[in-house]
Structure formats: C-alpha cells, structure tokens
C-alpha cells in the first residue's frame, strides 16, 4: 500500500483535482490519499481565528463569506450532475455553518484549532463526491478518529497504527482511501493539528504506520530544488537526498518539506518522493537511506531567529555551567538550534519565542545577557560535508560581504549551519548559489 499526499496548490483548482484522481487511479497498487485544505484556506481560517479572538466580529463574517463564495463557485466547476452539486452545497453549507455560530460563542484556544481544521473537513469531503460522480470507489478516513498528539504535541505512532489497522480492516474491500492531512486530535480528544504544513507530517506518519512502499509528497515543484526557489532565480532539482540531508534541509527551512517530517519515514525505512503534481513526468526527488552523491546538495534558510549571548568570566569554565543554561532552555520548552562557545561567552540560538522574557529573565544570573532578533540560520546541507575539500574556503570566500555571527560545523556531516542578519538573507543565498553551484 502506498501513501500519496497532495498539497494545497495540487487541490487548489477544480482542474487540478480532476488531475489528482487521475493521478491516485493510475496504478493498481492500494493507497492512502492525504489531501491538504484548498491553497488559500488555512491562510483565510487563520484571519478568521484571528479577527474572532480579537473581538472583530464584522470583519469575521466578512473574511467567512469571501470564503464561501470562493467554496461555491469552486463546487460549480467540480461536479456537473445536480445531485452532485446538491451533496456539495449540503457540504459547504455545513462548515460554513459552523464557522458562522462560532461568530457567536465566546473564543478558545480549542474553538480556534476547529476553525483551522475546516479547510481539510472540506477539500476531502468535495474531493470524495467528486470521485463518486466519477464512478472512483473509495472511502473517506475520517483523520480525527485515528490521528493523534500527546500532552507534548507528539505523535504516538503505535496508537494511531492500531486505530489505522482497525478502520482499513473494517473497509477491507476498498482500496482507496482518502483522508485529512493536517488534523488530529490531542491528548484532551481536543481537535488539534500537526502546525502549518503539516500534512506532509500526517503523511509521513500514515506512511510509517502502515508501512507503506513508498510516501509520496505530491506539490508544486519538482521536487527540492538546490536553493529556495522563492528567493533566487536560477535553482535546480536534486535527484536524491538521503533521509538526513532531507531532514535537515526541512528543519532548516526548505518549506516543501514540513520540518518534522521526514523522522517517521526514516524510522521506518519508508521510501519519500517528491513529485510535481503540474508535471508528474519530472523525476523529483527521491529519498532514502542512501545519499547518491557526496558533496553540497543544497541550501535552506530559517528566518525568525533570536542569537543569545552570555558573558561570564568568573563562571563559563565551571563544570556544570552549560547544563545550568540549558536546564533553563528545558524548563521552558524551547529547543536550540545553533550553539557557539569561548572562553568567556556562549552563544545560543531559538526560534522567536514568547517565552524569551522569562527566559533571558532565569539567565541573567549567570553573567550579562545580550538578546539579537532578526536573524535567519542558512544551512548548507549534503552528504559527508566534514570530509568535503575547500568547503569553508568556498563558503567563506562567496560570503565575504556579509557579516557572520555564529558558524556550526562538525557537528553533523551533513550540515554546516551560518547565523547571519536576516537583512543579508537574500543576498547570501544568491551569493551561495553562484559560490557553490556555479549558478546565477
Ligand atoms: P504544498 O502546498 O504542496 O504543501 P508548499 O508551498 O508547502 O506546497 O511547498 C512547496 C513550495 O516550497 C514550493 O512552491 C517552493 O516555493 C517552496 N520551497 C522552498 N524551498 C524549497 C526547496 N529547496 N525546494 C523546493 N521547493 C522549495
Ligand atoms: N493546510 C495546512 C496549512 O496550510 C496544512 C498543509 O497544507 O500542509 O498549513
Ligand atoms: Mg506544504
């Protein structure tokens, strides 16, 4: 059985869901399909949550019916029998329904999260009436009732295998199958999600608890491209990755992956292939265990980070001091990205975080704190980097107008990490891209 996952863009257009079953009714093999919101809708359910909480009721029903007007005329060009358009209208009328007698009751953290899952409750639901005018059998795996996170927000593979097992056992006779990415539940039967972009994570782990032959990642592109396509002109395809380039590349910021989403293949030993749902022709990008190559395969960049310095003279050579520092990290869990040390200072780096007061707050015991915002982590990613010859000569050489602040190498074969000011973010990657991949 194979897992096929399709992004926003790939179900954003009626066309492009006439694509999609094409696609899924190709081969005979079985398969799970894992479909995101239309593109557009969680970004429009995210507003709506936001003008909601912040007492912006006019503007709520105003941003909910743009919506449903993008929902109604989409089902007009999707289905064309008129008991078909009637089981679409039902559809879109219940959600929208929905979001509407939110309008009325006080907000919650929960209630927001059941805004955010109606784009996927939809895509899903108009998919499947679209596949039954078309004669495609299939059932609707209903993600709630399997996908789950725990008090951590982490997904417990075992529970969902065993209720996966149970709901494919029950529909034993079908051999397709779609269902929600994105959505879960968590440890409070709660309706919750995977963060944004996280239907590749549901796919991921739907791939691993089934163990399925393959997780296919079908979105816009053809597969991950050298450098961040959105930023630099010039980029091209990279035929393999192994798991561990591929999952730095996603943590680091390369946003066709979401960032934890390449773990539970991995564990699992499942093969992922990133396919262009515009161009199914493309080889994309396969990974797996093995790298293919050695050398730089690509360059990912992460915005939104805070460096913390702390100087201490008396106190940084002390055994124990580290783990002083990070107990603090710990308490407020927030994981480190980057971590530079001398003599006298340790630098650290996190995401923006709203916890960042409190912490700089438990750290200003041990020596002087100096807080840095804007900065962006660009990772230069590929396989046995350490052994890689002139890599930091070339590194440096293509950056010298820019100004570093931190360098992490060694730690991982595949990663060398640079902290840089976001304002230098475009250019570096530009830079990179001729320095290392000869491309302008
Ligand atoms: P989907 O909606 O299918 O999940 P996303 O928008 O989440 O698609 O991810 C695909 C996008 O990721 C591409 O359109 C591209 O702009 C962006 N992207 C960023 N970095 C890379 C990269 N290194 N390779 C390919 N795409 C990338
Ligand atoms: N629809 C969700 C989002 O936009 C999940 C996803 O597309 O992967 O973040
Ligand atoms: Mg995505």
């Given at each position: 059985m194979k897992v096929m996952k399709f992004g926003g863009t790939s179900v954003g257009k009626p066309e492009r869901m006439r694509q999609v079953s094409q696609l899924i009714t190709a081969d005979a093999e079985s398969k799970i399909v894992v479909l995101s919101a239309l593109s557009g809708t969680t970004n429009a359910l995210v507003e709506i949550g936001n003008a909601i909480s912040s007492s912006q009721r006019e503007k709520a029903k105003?941003?909910?019916?743009?919506?449903?007007?993008?929902?109604q005329s989409f089902i007009v060009e999707l289905v064309k029998k008129p008991s078909s358009l009637a089981k679409a209208k039902a559809i879109v009328a219940e959600h929208f329904e929905f979001l509407t007698i939110i309008l009325k009751i006080s907000f919650s953290e929960a209630l927001s999260k059941d805004i955010l899952a109606q784009g996927e409750l939809l895509s899903t639901k108009l998919f499947s009436v679209f596949l039954e005018e078309n004669g495609i059998d299939h059932f609707l795996l209903p993600a709630l009732e399997f996908m789950s996170i725990d008090s951590h927000d982490e997904p417990q593979i075992n529970s969902i295998r065993n209720r996966l097992d149970m709901l494919l056992r029950q529909h034993s006779d079908k051999t397709l199958f779609i269902t929600q990415g994105y959505i879960c539940r968590n440890a409070r039967g709660e309706v919750d999600n995977l963060k944004r972009g996280g239907s590749d994570y549901s796919a991921s782990l739907i791939a691993a608890a089934i163990t399925a032959s393959v997780c296919e990642i079908w979105t816009d592109i053809d597969g991950m491209h050298n450098n961040d396509p959105r930023v630099v002109k010039k980029t091209v395809a990279i035929e393999q990755l192994s798991f561990e380039e591929a999952a730095e590349l996603a943590y680091f910021g390369a946003k066709i992956l979401h960032p934890a989403s390449i773990w539970p293949a991995q564990f699992y030993k499942i093969p992922v292939r990133l396919l262009n749902t515009m161009q199914p022709e493309a080889k994309g990008t396969l990974i797996t265990e093995e790298a293919g190559?050695?050398?730089?395969?690509?360059?990912?960049?992460?915005?939104g980070i805070i460096a913390i310095n702390i100087r201490s003279s008396r106190m940084l050579l002390a055994y124990g001091f580290l783990r002083k520092i990070f107990e603090v990290f710990e308490k407020y869990r927030t994981p480190i990205d980057m971590i530079t040390t001398s003599e006298v200072a340790v630098s650290i780096t996190i995401e923006s975080s709203a916890e960042l007061k409190a912490i700089v707050r438990e750290l200003e015991p041990f020596g002087t704190i100096e807080v840095e915002e804007n900065h962006t982590i660009v990772s230069i990613v590929g396989n046995n980097l350490n052994s890689t010859p002139d890599i930091l000569s070339k590194l440096f050489t293509a950056l010298s107008p820019v100004p570093i602040r931190m360098v992490s190498y060694g730690g991982s074969k595949h990663?060398?990490?640079?902290?840089?000011?976001?304002?230098?973010k475009t250019q570096t990657l530009q830079l990179l891209n001729k320095g290392l991949f000869g491309l302008e």
């Open positions: 105003e941003l909910i019916d743009k919506l449903e007007a993008h929902y190559s050695e050398g730089v395969k690509a360059i990912a960049a992460k915005d990663n060398v990490s640079l902290l840089i000011p976001s304002a230098y």
